[in-house]
Nanobody, 125 residues
Framework: QVQLVESGGGLVQAGASLRLSCAGS????????MAWFRQAPGKEREFVAA????????SYADSVKGRFTISRDNAKNAVYLQMNSLKPEDTAVYYC??????????????????WGQGTQVTVSS
């Protein structure tokens, strides 16, 4: 059974940093694109960042570019999201996802096949 489990969310003040982690099990994801999405209350799920299988190529939403960094550790079947200079508008539930068997960067949520349960990030002003 494939499972993705996110962790690292929390309540922080504006300007702080958080590092989200997503650990996969049940299947090896080292060959596939992995990504982070987020969903704020009353809004649609939106793309945050994605990385190809070896981290050689990454893609970011304009709203997080320069503040967030996606990385992965294939030996641990994991993907991470380092979030710096957090803003109140970053408040959302953050989800990791895997595009199986995807090898290209995509921001389309419907291209991703496996999803975690989400971790809440709340940024106070």
């Amino acid at each position: 059974q494939v499972q993705l489990v996110e962790s690292g969310g929390g309540l922080v003040q504006a300007g702080a940093s958080l590092r989200l982690s997503c650990a996969g099990s049940g299947r090896t994801f080292s060959s596939y694109t992995m990504a982070w999405f987020r969903q704020a209350p009353g809004k649609e799920r939106e793309f945050v960042a994605a990385t190809t299988w070896n981290g050689g190529r990454t893609s970011y939403a304009d709203s997080v570019k320069g503040r967030f960094t996606i990385s992965r550790d294939n030996a641990k079947n994991a993907v991470y999201l380092q979030m710096n200079s957090l803003k109140p508008e970053d408040t959302a539930v953050y989800y990791c996802a895997v595009d199986f068997p995807g090898h290209i960067l995509t921001a389309r949520a419907d291209e991703y096949d496996y999803w975690g349960q989400g971790t809440q990030v709340t940024v106070s002003s």
